[in-house]
């Protein structure tokens, strides 16, 4: 049986982490780091997110601006809030909860975000950084993700790496992480042909697709790790579940590691998302 990797408990440890630098910023700079969190429209997995993210944020003493919008939002109303949260120097992170309704311009809203202050990493000028090896704000999932798997492996040079998923908000950025890591990348999506193939040859399988349960027991190469970032609410006898993109039972009967859903990838982003807080503040520091 795999190796059950438990992002509670890494997560917990990274949040300590996060605690201790909001601490430090307190006491050597009278500064509390600040998040703003944007959430346009209803969305009820979106609402779930938010919620915990500020919770969080909260228990680690970092200072929170809750901004909930209505779904008919005009684009003019979000411009104008993004401006005056990157004028406000209380404010050190602003995240902007995705996806936004249709009619809104998701990557000008994302481009509008400063740089510094863009602690999703989703900004182009972060984006491009990462490609380029010189991060500092880097995706939260994608983060969390290296952190589950420097604790399986010390050393992930070499190794074949599949990511299944080619989001702009995981596959590509996690691409570019393990890249920088040394291991041999492929991305595999929709299109890709005999995907089942392709996952058997991973030492690493990063699930990132959003499709519940699609990566089977033999699409894993045995002693394989397996990190699920899938988050599906699928109803089983009228009860609401929540599954990832990996047939857990199955493929942990294959796998060397595997990552559960939930208690796995999740607790990892938003601790992730509270250390690019403080290190987005640490780097405003005048
Ligand atoms: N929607 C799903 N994942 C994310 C994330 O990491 N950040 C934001 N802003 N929205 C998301």
Not at 8 to 35: I, R, Y
Not at 152 to 161: F, R
Request: glycine residues 8%; contains cysteine; charged residues 20%.
């Amino acid at each position: 049986m795999a190796q059950v990797i438990d992002g509670k408990q890494l997560a917990s440890q990274v949040l300590e982490d996060a605690a201790a630098e909001v601490e430090w910023l307190k006491h050597h700079f009278e500064s509390v780091p600040g998040l703003a969190v944007v959430l346009v429209g209803d969305d009820a997995a979106s609402q779930i997110y938010v919620r915990n993210k500020i919770k969080r944020a909260k228990e680690a003493g970092i200072a929170s601006f809750e901004h909930y919008l209505e779904a008919d939002t005009s684009q003019a109303t979000l411009d104008a809030l993004i401006q005056e949260l990157n004028d406000d120097p209380g404010v050190h992170g602003i995240l902007v909860q995705l996806p936004l309704p249709e009619h809104i311009d998701e990557a000008r809203i994302i481009s509008s975000i400063l740089p510094e202050k863009d602690v999703d990493g989703f900004h182009p000028a972060n984006v491009g950084a990462l490609s380029q090896g010189r991060a500092s704000l880097v995706p939260c999932t994608p983060q969390g993700c290296l952190i589950m798997l420097r604790h399986v492996h010390q050393d992930l040079s070499g190794k074949n790496a599949v990511i299944v998923g080619r989001s702009n908000i995981v596959g590509k950025p996690m691409a570019a992480l393990l890249l920088q890591e040394n291991c041999t990348v492929t991305i595999a999506h929709s299109r890709t042909r005999d995907i089942r193939k392709v996952c058997q040859e991973a030492d690493i399988l990063i699930a990132a697709t959003g499709s519940p349960g699609l990566i089977q027991s033999d699409w894993i190469k045995p002693e394989a790790t397996v990190i699920d970032v899938g988050i599906n609410a699928i109803e089983v006898d009228g009860q609401r579940k929540l599954i990832g993109d990996v047939d857990f039972d199955g493929a942990s009967q294959v796998a060397g590691a595997i990552s559960p859903v939930p208690g796995g990838v999740g607790p990892m982003t938003i601790a992730c998302l509270l250390l690019n807080t403080t290190r987005a503040a640490k780097n405003q520091l005048t």
